[in-house]
Structure formats: C-alpha cells, structure tokens
C-alpha cells in the first residue's frame, strides 16, 4: 500500500532554514503530484505548495519567497524548505499525495490529497 | 484567497445520532469541494471529494452535498471511530485553503 514518512529536525532556529524529506514508498514519485501542508499549533491546515518530477512547483504566495520543493525520483522521495523561519513557522509539517480520481487524462494538481504522511512536528526556537 | 468557514466549531453528539457539518465559502467554488477527517497523532483521510463523491473504502454513512458556497457533510449515525476533527478544502482556485475545522465530541 501507499505510504509516506516525513523526516527531518524538529527543532530549527530562528532564521535558519528549515528542511524536511517525504520517502514514499508503494508509488512511483514519477506518477503523481506531490504536495506540503502545515497545521500550526491550535490553527488549521494551510497548504504550502506542490511540486511534480517535472516542470516548476506551485506555492502558496504567503510562503512564495521562502519555500523551495523539489524531488528526487532515484530516492523516491521529495523534499521541502523553508527560509529564514521564525516561529511562525512552528507546526506539524505533513507531506500528501495528489489523488488521481478521473483517469491519467484528467489528472491536475488541484485534485484533493489521497494519501498522507503521520506528520512531523518542527519548533522553531533558540 | 477563498475563505472556508465552517461551522459549529464544535458538536456534542453520542453515537447512533446524526452529524451534520457547515461549510460555506467565500465566493463560489462550484462543486469543487472535499471533506477530510483527523484524528491526534494521525495522518488525515479523505472522505468525499468534489462535494459528493465518497472516496475509496469510506462507508455510506458518510455523505457530502452542496455547491456553490455553501457545503454539508453528513454523518448518519456516528459510530466510535467518526469521533474526530473534519476540514472541508477547496480546489476552485489558487491557493487551495482549508477550513477551519469542527471537532465532532462525544457528548
């Protein structure tokens, strides 16, 4: 079955950047659109973007200058970071999968998420 | 961006009862809506896609309707397991948002 583990620091200082890893496994990483999402601590979800094993990702403008997502298909894995964080930044980061309900000719990045990862908590603290 | 608030932010039900859940947008976003569920320490799940479409393994209990901007999920009769926290998100535009949750409690 499909399944995806995040990892990473847990603790990041202010300003440094912030990196996480999502290892899939039970999927091709060639096949689907991948994407982050962030949950701070008693707030809800809010997305941070996508990426694919081609063409550019997609952010969210309110992280835009700061997060970079990329993937590596030898590893079947994709990653996340963020720049100069600050403690805004604390959060349950999640790594998810782009489900594909309509068929290979109408697969899209909007598509809801399928498959999620347990979720790794970052601070981000002194 | 397109706000999703959902309401009531918190239901005291026991089972066997009926869940009904809010969602409302702040602009149309068609039928272009999902519902997932949460619980602590867990990843999320799925549970209906473009506002009606049950996704895999979800049982009929569990029902989505709606469009436009305003959205429902139904629970017919909450077993243990449905005792959790649901977030409605939006595909209409960029970037996707989510709502802000509603904790379904055991009364």
């Known amino acids: 079955q499909v399944q995806l583990q995040e990892s990473g620091p847990g603790l990041v200082k202010p300003s440094e950047t912030l990196s996480l890893t999502c290892t899939v496994s039970?999927?091709?990483?060639?096949?689907?659109?991948w994407t982050w999402i962030r949950q701070p601590p008693g707030k809800g979800l809010e997305w941070i973007g996508y990426?694919?094993?081609?063409?550019?990702?997609n952010y969210n403008p309110s992280l835009k200058s700061r997060v970079t997502m990329s993937v590596d298909t030898s590893r079947n894995e994709f990653s996340l970071k963020v720049t100069s964080v600050n403690a805004a930044d604390t959060a349950v980061y999640y790594c998810?999968?782009?489900?594909?309900?309509?068929?290979?000719?109408?697969?899209?990045?909007?598509?809801?998420?399928?498959?999620w990862g347990q979720g790794i908590p970052v601070t981000v603290s002194s | 961006e397109i706000v999703l608030t959902q309401s009531p932010a918190t239901l005291s039900l026991s089972p066997g009862e009926r869940a009904t859940l809010s969602c409302r947008a702040s602009q149309s976003v068609s039928r272009y809506l999902a519902w997932y569920q949460h619980k602590l320490g867990q990843a999320p799940r799925l549970l209906i896609y473009?506002?009606?479409k049950r996704a895999t393994g979800i049982p009929a209990r569990i029902s989505g309707s709606g469009s436009g901007t305003d959205f429902t999920l139904t629970i017919s009769s909450l077993e243990p397991e449905d005792f959790a926290v649901y977030y409605c998100q939006q595909r209409s535009d960029w970037p996707l948002t989510f709502g802000g949750g509603t904790q379904v409690e055991i009364k």
């Open positions: 039970g999927a091709s990483i060639s096949s689907y659109y």
């Open positions: 473009d506002a009606s």
């Open positions: 998810a999968r782009v489900g594909d309900y309509y068929g290979p000719w109408s697969y899209s990045p909007d598509l809801p998420f399928d498959h």
């Open positions: 990426v694919y094993h081609v063409g550019s990702p």
